[in-house]
């Protein structure tokens, strides 16, 4: 009679901690929807953006496309972030294995010897063979095992995230130097033709001295200004020198002559489209990891609620254990044994307080973290945007002042020919139309490098071409 009502009395405890269980371990949610505002004024409802290319459709130039190809391939940050995809998948396969039985073999021989006071004035001596298994298994009850189980997929999953971030950045950061290296090859021609109408200008002086038009001062001048440009050809050249270098170690080669082509060849996209902002959680990498690290301490908050449970362990072992080695495989020697225990945290010394406070503060942490990568991926978008509409306007304007400089370097130089015009308006119209034409350079280069930001920001170039 009294062993059925502790048979029933143990079931309805059971039963009791099953449904408690329940409220343990919690969903998890994503986050709130994007704000629709993300991006300063840009209000679109297209679904498709300019980060979902694949970075060939992008980026047309074939060399750029091989540059990048090859730094795929062998960028070491990008080798390294793979190795660490690596790593967390083999803590994920380990927290799925923790779900399962451990098995231990034991075969071990000890020799054991009495003291002569335990054996009574007798040397007394043993040898016991021991061959067997042991297993071990805890009852997930509450889900701890479950959760850490997730929370490592996170990781995995946060790790393959970061694998895609870096290939993003590198692909970016591959075109945005290739697009320099060609600006500075345009401005370099640009300068050099300079020098080189320069000394045109340096004859016409000496010449019209000899005329009695202009004095010694105006050739004087003309020559300084000749200098004035062709000293800024060994900082670009060394500015060349430099980029070149920085992109060699994104392609993981040491540093050396990049094949090019030229800045009038690069076509870029007329209309650029950011998408919706929701987008960005589907695209953008950082912003993904972001979100998985929310998702990681979720979890560790839902593993720290289960230590203020028991937890149920059932152990068992079988084996040979026999005192004299003929006896040691024989049924008599055969041993087994099984067990359960349940143990519960009655004083630890506020351990688990402490480490459920620090995973709700690591969990809060997390999610303002995520709102905030959100916040400045949408900031990012609208610089891009608002960076290559600056760019078309410059251009714009700068097709205008080109145009009327070159005007004036003619118009200047017949009239100082003729004698109606003073050295120092040929010497500022060539100054001027010297610092227009660099200017224009810089504006294209600007207009290439904002489509490229966009794309990066979007969260373009992890897609397989």
């Not at 143990?10 to 991006?39: D, E």
């Not at 055969?334 to 359960?340: D, E, P, Q, R, T």
Request: with cysteine.
């Amino acid at each position: 009679m009294y062993k059925r009502h502790l048979k029933r009395l143990v079931l309805f405890c059971m039963m009791g901690l099953l449904l408690c269980c329940c409220n343990i371990v919690r969903p998890y949610q994503k986050p709130l929807t994007v704000p629709g505002n993300l991006y300063r004024n840009v209000v679109t409802s297209d679904t498709t953006g300019l980060g979902q290319l694949p970075w060939n459709r992008l980026f047309t130039d074939t060399t750029l496309q091989n540059l990048i190809s090859q730094g795929i391939k062998n960028n070491l940050n990008l080798q390294i972030a793979y190795t660490r995809i690596e790593q967390s998948r083999a803590y994920y396969e380990q927290s799925r294995a923790a779900l399962f039985p451990t098995v231990i073999g034991d075969l071990g021989v000890t020799r054991s010897k009495l003291s002569e006071a335990q054996g009574f004035g007798i040397r007394n001596s043993a040898t016991q063979y021991q061959l067997g298994l042991s297993s071990g298994w805890e009852a997930d009850i509450w889900g701890k095992l479950r959760s850490t189980k997730r929370a490592n997929l996170a990781l995995l999953l946060q790790s393959e995230a970061g694998a895609k971030a870096v290939q993003t950045s590198l692909v970016a950061d591959i075109a945005n130097y290739y697009y320099a290296l060609l600006a500075l090859d345009q401005q370099l021609a640009i300068t050099r033709q300079t020098v080189s109408n320069w000394d045109t200008t340096v004859q016409t002086m000496r010449e019209l001295k000899i005329a009695a038009v202009v004095t010694e001062a105006a050739v004087v001048q003309s020559e300084a200004q000749r200098y004035v440009a062709e000293v800024t050809i060994p900082d670009l050249i060394q500015s060349t020198r430099e980029t070149e270098n920085a992109l060699s170690i994104l392609l993981a080669v040491p540093a050396t002559f990049v094949r090019r082509g030229t800045l009038r060849d690069q076509d870029t996209l007329d209309v650029l489209q950011t998408g919706v902002p929701a987008l960005l959680l589907a695209n953008r990498p950082d912003v993904q990891q972001a979100e998985l690290n929310l998702r990681y301490y979720f979890e560790l908050t839902n593993v720290a609620r289960t230590f203020f449970y028991p937890a149920l362990t059932i152990s068992g072992s079988a084996g040979y254990s026999a005192l004299q080695l003929e006896n040691f495989l024989k049924p008599i020697s055969l041993a087994a044994s099984i067990g359960a225990g349940l143990t519960q945290p009655i004083f630890n010394r506020r351990a688990n307080i402490t480490r459920l406070e620090v995973a709700k503060a690591q969990q809060k942490e997390a999610l303002l973290n995520f709102e905030n990568v959100l916040l400045t991926a949408g900031q990012q978008v609208s610089d891009a945007m608002s960076l290559h509409n600056t760019a078309l306007d410059k251009i714009a304007i700068r097709s205008y002042q080109l145009e009327a400089l070159q005007k004036s370097v003619s118009y200047s130089g017949e009239l100082l020919q003729n004698g109606f015009a003073n050295y120092n308006e040929v010497i500022t119209a060539r100054q001027s139309l010297l610092q227009a034409e660099l200017g224009s350079i810089n504006d294209q280069l600007q207009r290439l490098q904002s489509v490229v930001n966009l794309y990066r920001s979007l969260g373009g170039g992890w897609a397989s071409p």
